[in-house]
Structures are given as C-alpha cells and as structure tokens.
C-alpha cells in the first residue's frame, strides 16, 4: 500500500513562492507516473504537472508553464513542486497522485492509483 503525503501549502502574496513537497511510503516503482492535481473552490480537478516515471522530464499544464517546477527524487520517495510568480487563480488545493498507467493518459486524474489529502495553497494581496 502507498501512502502519499503533501506539505507546503500556506498564504502568498500574488508573485510570491511556495514549494510544495509530497512525500511517499510505500513501495513506488521507478515506472509509477508522479504527478501534481490541484482543484479549485466551485472548480472541477485539473492537472498541473507529472513525471511520467523514474527518468521522466516534467510535463507542465500550459498556465504554469515557466512559473512552476516539478522534480522526483527517487531515493527518498518524494516529489516536489516549485512554484513561484504565483497569482491569485493559482488558488487551490494542490494534490500530488502516484500510479502506474498502462494506457490512457497522464493528465486525468482517473488514471491515478494513490492520491495525498491535499494541501491548501492561497494567493492573495
């Protein structure tokens, strides 16, 4: 069983920083896809960033292109996501999710075997 856990989350002024961290128990096999989902209030789930395995090169949701940084560090488990130039519609709670997708793509969720509780990221003046 895998057991994902977020931490970061907090309040920013729009432009800020925050770096979100998502740590794994568990067993993660190098091929297991790791990927970012954040959900809006009153808004449906979306993708925001994944590796697609162990040597994968992140792939970011076009709006956070540039702003945002995902890397996996394989040795301890853990994904991270930097995020900086943050704005307010960047307001949502951010959930790191690990599967092993056989087929069908990467940016729906559905796909996604274990998720994280989340962790709340607010940017406002």
């Known amino acids: 069983q895998v057991q994902l856990e977020e931490s970061g989350g907090g309040l920013v002024r729009p432009g800020g920083s925050l770096r979100l961290s998502c740590a794994a128990s568990g067993q993660i096999f190098g091929n297991y896809a790791m990927a970012w989902f954040r959900q809006a209030p009153g808004k449906e789930r979306e993708f925001v960033a994944v590796?697609?395995?162990?040597?994968?090169?992140?792939f970011y949701e076009t709006s956070v292109k540039g702003r945002f940084t995902m890397s996996r560090d394989n040795v301890q488990n853990t994904i991270y996501l930097q995020m900086n130039s943050l704005k307010p519609e960047d307001t949502a709670t951010y959930y790191c999710?690990?599967?092993?997708?056989?087929?069908?793509?990467?940016?729906?969720?559905?796909?996604?075997?274990?998720w994280g509780q989340g962790t709340q990221v607010i940017v406002s003046s």
């Open positions: 999710s690990a599967g092993y997708i056989v087929s069908g793509s990467y940016l729906e969720g559905s796909n996604y075997r274990y």
């Open positions: 590796v697609a395995d162990a040597g994968g090169v992140p």
